[in-house]
């Protein structure tokens, strides 16, 4: 049972990391990129390529997808998503959708069809055993380093969003641009590196998900879905709501599916329909916030 619960940790973790820049981008820039998933996948066959073809060490890689999806994103966001901000929502949702469709269809073609695994250096592989009987916990080592790696990130992001200069002018900006740019702000610049940085942390996310699930050119579409849950049930005014909302989700789809197999993904789902019954809002939403 403690296993179960540890890896259901680790694997919210994950779903967290995977979707935070979606929860930036929707929530404090107000822009619905279904694309985002696209990025995660970038980092993830970025990774496998960079192990496996060029020998680089697993760390180094990690670094590596964080960054140059980072700056793919940043690139996007200054030629394809920009004039997309001041549109309704319907247009966005088409446009990253579209995005979506057409980095499957260029990975299908470049790089073909088939899952693509990693190979984890032997300091993150195996598994240590801790307690008996049903106390028993047993910690796969990558688990465990996800967990720590992932809750670093996670202060990282609540330190840089709520006490710094660029997260006071990036809620400036978006509470009111005009406004933001009349006070000296340069709104796009805030908006480039958010942008940037959410989609660093896809990649980022893509690049440690590859050994838990396996990366292929349909990785976008799969996750999709819990990308949207993870941002729905936990809100977008936070960085709290969706860590919560990926720890719960994490927690019940691999308990889900160690119980009832058959069953797992429905009850995903409805605890996320229950969720949304209880708190259409979002399990937190920010004071003073719409």
């Excluded at 179960?4 to 979707?19: E, H, K, R, S």
């Excluded at 496996?52 to 996007?76: D, E």
């Excluded at 990253?96 to 300091?123: E, K």
């Excluded at 008996?132 to 996670?154: A, D, E, K, S």
Aim: charged share 10%.
């Amino acid at each position: 049972m403690i296993t179960i619960l540890f890896d259901g940790v680790a694997y919210g973790m994950l779903l967290f990391v995977l979707a935070v820049g979606l929860a930036v981008t929707l929530g404090l820039m107000n822009f619905i990129n279904l694309a985002h998933g696209a990025f995660a996948m970038a980092g993830g066959y970025l990774t496998v390529y960079l192990m496996q073809r060029a020998g680089v060490p697993f760390g180094v890689c990690l670094l590596l997808a964080f960054v140059l999806v980072g700056v793919l994103g940043a690139l996007l966001e200054v030629t394809l998503y920009r004039p997309m901000y001041a549109k309704p929502p319907l247009d966005q949702v088409l446009f990253s959708i579209g995005l979506v469709f057409m980095a499957v269809a260029a990975v299908d073609y470049f790089l073909g069809t088939s899952q693509q695994n990693l190979q984890l250096p032997g300091w993150l592989s195996g598994r240590t055993v801790v307690g008996h009987g049903p106390l028993q916990l047993g910690m796969g080592h990558y688990r465990l380093f996800i967990i720590v790696l992932c809750g670093l990130l996670t202060l990282a992001l609540q330190l840089i969003l709520g006490r710094t200069r660029f997260g006071s002018r990036l809620r400036a900006a978006v509470d009111d641009p005009r406004v933001a740019s009349g006070l000296g702000i340069n709104v796009n610049v805030i908006f480039l590196l958010t942008f940037a940085a959410g989609s660093g942390l896809a990649g980022l996310g893509g690049a440690l998900a590859t050994e838990i699930v396996g990366i292929d050119p349909t990785f976008p579409l799969r996750y999709m879905v819990y990308f949207l849950i993870v941002v729905a049930v936990g809100g977008t005014a936070s960085i709290t709501g969706p860590l919560a909302a990926a720890l719960l989700l994490g927690i019940a789809d691999v308990a889900g599916k160690y119980f009832i197999p058959t069953l797992g993904a429905f009850i995903v789902y409805l605890l996320m329909i229950l969720i949304l019954l209880w708190r259409p809002e979002g399990l937190f939403v920010r004071k003073g916030g719409g």
